[in-house]
């Protein structure tokens, strides 16, 4: 699952640079988790949004992505996504697959969509909003998800909840560098 490590716990303390998590809400009600987030980045916008909608990208900034490329796209034309995650929540270990399409708007939004019949969700709907605000780059994020896999009564959703807020270690410090080295470099990937 891409979206858990593409938020974090503020992150960077002392750098001269560093993600800032401005806000994180996470809830859980009749088997359906969602999310929101807002995150600063001191990277450009287009350079943030290059990076988030590079899912080739993913597996530089998240040690639990195994898997993540961009795929040809879709019959109607919607590029397509495969991320492949694997991680543990108390002794429950999986990996977990995502594939579906993204809709763009260019430098502003990317929505992600997972295929249920692709996917070990039966939903995984997600929404990245990008702005300029001081001299960086916000990024709102809202997800619902639904999995499709056997998660334990009582703790399961608790634990769950708990991994979507703590994940990702230096996740987004990996993202706004990444960002920074992409604008450097002139536009081209490394």
Known sequence: MRQLFLIATLLGAGAAHAAELRSL????EDGHYTMASVVW???GLDETYHIFSS?????KFSSAIVEARDLEPDESGRPGFLVVNKGCVLFFCKTLKRRGYVEREAS???R???DPEQSDFRISNETWSFAEHDGGTVITYTLLMQPDFWVPPGIGPYM???KLRNVSGEALNRIELMA?????DGGADR
């Open 160 to 162: 769950i909840q708990r």
């Open 55 to 59: 899912w080739d990208l993913s597996v």
């Open 108 to 110: 502003r939004e990317l």
């Open 112 to 114: 992600a969509y997972a």
């Open 41 to 43: 980045f001191d990277a």
């Open 25 to 28: 809400d996470v809830d859980y």
């Open 180 to 184: 920074r080295d992409y604008a450097q």
